[in-house]
């Protein structure tokens, strides 16, 4: 064959070769299709159920420590013994986010507006004044302790008002992280399981009335568990009571939200932050509250759900919180030190105190 004969040349190569040089030609299997967002959510969530569900049926065996208590040890001991894969982060961050958020419209489907009003009227004074008590031994106390701003804010929040729900509802608004959540609410429900076994036994050494001590435990007690094991163990007249008082302290985390969101707006505006707007800071679930709570105003619920409505709040609550503590790195918390714990020892006492002084004064006690 003479040397001068052309080697055949298939066209399609050539023309391939003309658009693309064969150095560059990289053959490669097909990008998989990303997952939709709600199943990407799925391993997640689903993780935090099944956990949840053993937290809540374990708080059910121990009452005085609560699904809440349990459903955070557990997501704590299982994040730092076996921390969960990639796979399942955003759906442990939805269920800290959206599912704590979703709790509290929950409550207040079992929160009648109007009973409360009728009933509380004379626990605001005290529940006001403790508030304030609270708030600011929170930020004079963590101040002189170096507390961080957030945990100042929760910790200060929770013994304020009403323990992990008022944490759950501001941690979203003041962009607190979970360590700082967890840690908040870890302090918060140590002081509840000291409360369940010490305010019953300081009534008696005080001598304090049916009424005077459902006031002081419905105003210094944080959550609404520890709240009623602590008052129906001195009495069933006190524990009514005291549950009147609590649910009437609970509806003042609306305005308190209401004016920390407006604060984290202003704050935002002062560094510069971009694209700043208070709609899009604003808690718009505790709107979605406030038209639950007139819901169960309006009579719409009827009675025989209300328990289950209950129930539903917090097993949700305990979802919450349980992503909470798969969130919670114990080695950064160790970090934080024992500050934030006698913070919310100083802050505690405060509102105890404070609760005291004021009933003797309007001569409640």
Same mark, same amino acid.
């Given at each position: 064959?003479?040397?001068t004969q052309?080697?055949?040349?298939?066209?399609?190569?050539?023309?391939?070769?003309h658009?693309?040089?064969?150095?560059? $030609?990289?053959?490669?299997a097909?990008e998989?299709? #990303?997952?939709?967002?709600?199943?990407?959510? @799925?391993?997640? /969530?689903?993780? +935090?159920?099944?956990?949840?569900?053993?937290?809540?049926?374990?708080?059910?065996?121990?009452?005085?420590v609560g699904?809440?208590?349990i459903g955070?040890?557990?997501?704590i001991?299982?994040?730092?013994?076996?921390a969960?894969?990639?796979v399942?982060h955003?759906?442990?961050?939805?269920?800290?986010r959206?599912?704590?958020?979703?709790?509290?419209?929950?409550?207040?489907f079992?929160?009648?507006l109007?009973?409360?009003?009728?009933?509380?009227?004379?626990?605001?004074?005290?529940?006001?004044?403790?508030m304030?008590?609270?708030f600011l031994?929170?930020?004079?106390?963590?101040?002189?302790?170096?507390?961080?701003g957030?945990?100042k804010?929760?910790?200060?929040?929770?013994?304020?008002?009403?323990?992990?729900?008022?944490?759950?509802a501001?941690t979203? $608004?003041?962009?607190a992280?979970?360590?700082?959540? #967890?840690?908040?609410?870890?302090?918060?429900? @140590?002081?509840? /399981?000291v409360? +369940?076994?010490?305010?019953?036994?300081?009534?008696?050494?005080?001598?304090?009335?049916?009424?005077?001590?459902?006031m002081w435990?419905g105003?210094?007690?944080?959550?609404t568990?520890?709240?009623?094991?602590?008052?129906?163990?001195?009495?069933?007249?006190?524990?009514?009571?005291a549950?009147?008082?609590?649910?009437?302290?609970?509806?003042?985390?609306?305005?308190?939200c209401l004016?920390?969101?407006?604060?984290?707006?202003?704050?935002?505006?002062?560094?510069?932050?971009?694209?700043?707007?208070?709609?899009?800071?604003?808690?718009?679930?505790?709107?979605?509250?406030?038209?639950a709570s007139?819901?169960?105003?309006a009579?719409?619920?009827?009675?025989?759900?209300?328990?289950?409505?209950?129930?539903?709040?917090?097993?949700?609550?305990v979802?919450?919180?349980?992503?909470?503590?798969?969130?919670?790195?114990?080695?950064r918390?160790?970090?934080?030190?024992?500050?934030?714990i006698l913070?919310?020892t100083?802050?505690?006492?405060?509102?105890a105190i404070?609760?005291?002084?004021?009933?003797?004064?309007?001569?409640?006690i």
């Open positions: 064959m003479s040397s052309h080697e055949h040349i298939d066209p399609v190569e050539d023309v391939i070769e658009i693309l040089p064969a150095d560059d $030609i990289e053959l490669t097909p998989p299709l #990303a997952p939709h967002p709600l199943v990407a959510l @799925l391993p997640g /969530l689903g993780l +935090v159920f099944m956990m949840a569900l053993i937290a809540w049926w374990l708080g059910h065996l121990a009452p005085l699904g809440p208590v955070i040890v557990l997501g001991i299982v994040r730092n013994l076996r969960p894969g990639a399942f955003s759906g442990i961050r939805f269920a800290a959206q599912v704590l958020q979703w709790s509290v419209v929950v409550l207040g079992g929160l009648s109007g009973t409360v009003a009728h009933t509380g009227v004379a626990s605001l004074s005290v529940t006001l004044v403790t304030t008590a609270a031994t929170a930020w004079g106390l963590g101040k002189l302790l170096r507390v961080s957030n945990l804010i929760l910790i200060g929040v929770g013994t304020a008002i009403c323990g992990g729900s008022a944490i759950a501001v979203p $608004i003041v962009r992280d979970e360590h700082e959540t #967890a840690f908040a609410i870890s302090t918060i429900f @140590l002081f509840n /399981l409360a +369940v076994l010490l305010f019953p036994a300081l009534g008696h050494l005080m001598h304090l009335s049916d009424f005077g001590f459902g435990a105003t210094a007690i944080n959550d568990s520890s709240v009623v094991a602590a008052a129906y163990s001195y009495s069933h007249a006190a524990g009514n009571y549950t009147i008082v609590k649910l009437t302290r609970s509806t003042l985390i609306i305005p308190v004016v920390l969101a407006v604060v984290e707006a202003w704050r935002q505006k002062q560094s510069g932050a971009q694209g700043f707007n208070l709609a899009r800071i604003f808690p718009w679930f505790i709107v979605w509250f406030l038209v007139g819901i169960r105003t009579g719409l619920i009827p009675n025989d759900w209300q328990p289950y409505v209950a129930e539903l709040a917090t097993f949700m609550i979802m919450a919180l349980t992503s909470i503590g798969l969130s919670a790195d114990l080695r918390m160790a970090a934080t030190g024992a500050r934030p913070l919310g100083g802050v505690w006492a405060a509102v404070s609760s005291l002084i004021v009933q003797r004064a309007l001569g409640q």
